[in-house]
């Protein structure tokens, strides 16, 4: 009987050692809101794409007005999902009686930052070169690696998520006639398909 109770006395140490070391109030809802923001802009993107394209004459002026609105769409995404994912955050740290900004929560978002400040610098870089072809699959790499990097300091499915997104980069460069496509399956899918199992396995718990 003693056994019993020193072995359930190391199971919850274990528990709590891994909630303190762990920032645990990542919504799996977040994800799959993301996912469906991201694909509303990819396809929207795709539309303007394909707009372009049958243009009789284009030029200087139409090209750069497409890209600006690319832009838009994607800085518009990434807000959504940013503010989604806090509101979200917020509400399951209170349900779970934790805080939500920690020592845990500032390790995550450094080593969630500083592979995204080094991919949305090169991204600059790009727009500066007009290597525009090279702008999402850059976005899919970079944003893959913070998730793996940060996964540490959250739950597991992250680094998974991470791994995911980096392989569609890839495929993003090497096939990069469908560039869109491999962004919508990384950003839109990926995020869909994670923060449904995310959701299920911690969120209804």
Known sequence: MEDKNYLEDITEIKKLMNKSS?????????????????????????????????IDYP?????QKLEKQLIIIAISVIL???LTGIYLSMSKSRKL?????DITSKRLLI??????????????IFLQREYY???APTTLLFYGMACINASKYTLGDVRY????ITVFGLLA??????????????FGIGHILYGSLMYFKYDRK
């Open 59 to 63: 030029n200087y002026v139409s090209a």
């Open 97 to 101: 009686g934790e805080k939500l900004w």
């Open 161 to 164: 998520l991470g791994i995911t």
């Open 22 to 54: 762990r920032f645990i109030s990542l919504s799996g809802l977040s994800g799959i809101l993301a996912g469906i923001y991201a694909l509303i802009g990819g396809g929207y993107a795709n539309f303007l794409v394909n707009q372009y394209f049958k």
């Open 173 to 186: 460069v090497y096939f990069y006639k469908y560039v869109l496509i491999f962004w919508m399956l990384g």
């Open 80 to 82: 959504a999902s940013l």
């Open 133 to 135: 072809d090279l702008i």
């Open 111 to 124: 080593n969630f930052s500083i592979p995204l400040v080094t991919g949305g610098i090169l991204i600059i």
